[in-house]
């Protein structure tokens, strides 16, 4: 397995061949792993963490932008609140695929 491929339930994924890194200043973005899971149609995005963070869509990407959103939201008020930004990230459900976003605040 490459080191651009993700595995877990039996599943790989390669990551697109337009994947690039990009700079960021410190403490203004964050690379969060996803956790996806397909049913009836639909997609459901479950960040790894923070704990609570979902969101759906009908495409995989779109689910994964959605959960870039709520995100950015829940890392901010983490931050403002002094809390660390990503705490200890849960494993994935069985049959999820991991992805990753990257989140920019």
Known sequence: M???TSRVGGFASPLPAEAAWERFA???AYRCE???????G???AI???????????ATEK?????????LAKAIAKRKANGEKALPEKTEPPTGAFVRYVVVQL
Do not use: C, I, K
């Not at 996803?34 to 009836?40: E, I, S, T």
């Open 47 to 57: 960040a790894a963490a923070p704990p609570g963070v979902t969101a759906e869509g």
């Open 34 to 40: 996803a956790h996806v899971l397909a049913a009836q």
């Open 2 to 4: 490459s080191d651009h």
């Open 26 to 28: 410190p403490g203004t």
């Open 42 to 44: 639909r997609f459901t």
């Open 62 to 70: 779109e689910a994964l932008d959605n959960l870039a959103l709520a």
